[in-house]
């Protein structure tokens, strides 16, 4: 499966932006599905992550209530809304797509095995 990430650019503070990530070769919906992001000099970091079915979601502490991921499995598509955004948002935004079935462990890197190539999403104040 090939992932391409779309949607990334530039927003004030307290804007919005969708970033979507479409497959191509295979079905995502046998994955979960994950969005990271890395900012300059940081550790690539989890943000959220939705189970294969749809039916569950996880967020980073930090980002819940500001964030919602979503998948639209017909259409082989995730999507991240990103609500009131702040500066420190800024980064690159990859999505992922798990090569396990284990939820407990969703929130790892390490689960993942196909990525995209990133968009980028830069705040200003």
């Known amino acids: 499966v090939q992932l391409q990430a779309s949607g990334g650019g530039l927003a004030q503070a307290g804007g919005s932006l969708r970033l979507s990530c479409a497959a191509s070769?295979?079905?995502?919906?046998?994955?979960?599905m994950a969005w990271f992001r890395q900012a300059p000099g940081k550790e690539r970091e989890f943000v959220a992550a939705?189970?294969?079915?749809?039916?569950?979601?996880y967020y980073a502490d930090s980002l819940k209530g500001r964030f919602t991921i979503s998948r639209d499995n017909a259409k082989n598509t995730v999507y991240l809304q990103m609500n009131s955004l702040k500066p420190e948002d800024t980064a690159l935004y990859y999505c992922a797509a798990s090569a396990s079935s284990i939820i407990s462990t969703i929130r790892r890197i390490s689960s993942y095995d196909r990525w995209g190539q990133g968009t980028q999403v830069t705040v200003s104040s």
């Open positions: 939705i189970a294969r079915s749809g039916g569950s979601a």
């Open positions: 070769g295979r079905t995502l919906s046998s994955r979960h």
